[in-house]
């Protein structure tokens, strides 16, 4: 069945340093690519999304590339903030099946 | 626009009570979903509406859970009766087609003693 698979965290990083969450994913057909971000205390946000094959999603600084040939959207950012920590969640849907998150992977940026 | 809104925030029952929560999806989206986060994990989907039918609620514990869409706008997710184990936070969402981006509440973070 359909699964996303993020790589384990917590990830901690000085600010300005680079950021690279991975995410794979396993699924028949041409699902959809989520980021959500979930700050404490809240509930999920959409961060960026990509609907079709080497799409790039891009929102506040961060990107991630749909990468069919290698099943992966890792997300990425050039230089994290205080202000990024938080969990982020890789997510997929296809068209008549169910989101599907990831574990979700903690970021702490320490100043 | 105003976003997706839960009631209460927070809760503690003891086991075998029951409890509700509530949900207002943003105005005009005809998808809702319920999720179950348990602390450290991600996201489970529980039960999903198209206006007020059901989707799909085939991870929903039936036994002690329910939830209703009765005019295709609000929404009530009920357990009854509570164990250990439902401690979460009980995420609503809400899109405007099934499988589109789906735009979350702040949640209800639920305490099972």
């Known amino acids: 069945g359909d699964s996303v698979t993020q790589m384990e965290g917590p990830v901690t990083l000085s600010e300005e340093a680079f950021l690279t969450i991975n995410c794979t994913y396993t699924?028949?057909?041409?699902?959809?690519l989520f980021w959500y971000v979930q700050y404490p205390g809240e509930g999920l946000q959409l961060l960026l999304k990509a609907t079709k094959a080497d799409d790039k999603g891009s929102n506040k600084g961060f990107e991630a590339t749909y990468r069919k040939e290698t099943t992966s959207f890792h997300l990425e950012k050039g230089s994290v903030q205080v202000s990024d920590s938080a969990v982020y969640f890789c997510?997929?849907?296809?068209?008549?099946?169910?989101?599907?998150f990831g574990t979700g992977t903690s970021l702490t940026v320490i100043p | 626009e105003a976003g997706v809104a839960q009631s209460p925030r927070y809760k503690i029952i003891e086991k075998r009570q029951s409890v509700a929560f509530w949900c207002n999806p943003i105005s005009g989206h005809a998808t809702l979903y319920w999720y179950q986060q348990i602390l450290g994990q991600g996201p489970k989907l529980l039960i999903q509406?198209?206006?007020?039918?059901?989707?799909?609620d085939s991870q929903l514990p039936k036994d002690r859970f329910s939830a209703e869409r009765l005019k295709g706008v609000d929404s009530t997710l009920k357990i009854q009766p509570a164990k250990l184990e439902d401690s979460a936070v009980y995420l609503c969402a809400s899109s405007l087609v099934t499988q589109e981006t789906q735009y979350f509440g702040p949640g209800t973070r639920l305490l099972v003693l």
């Open positions: 509406f198209q206006n007020n039918g059901v989707v799909d």
């Open positions: 997510a997929l849907s296809r068209i008549g099946n169910q989101f599907y």
């Open positions: 699924a028949t057909g041409y699902p959809s």
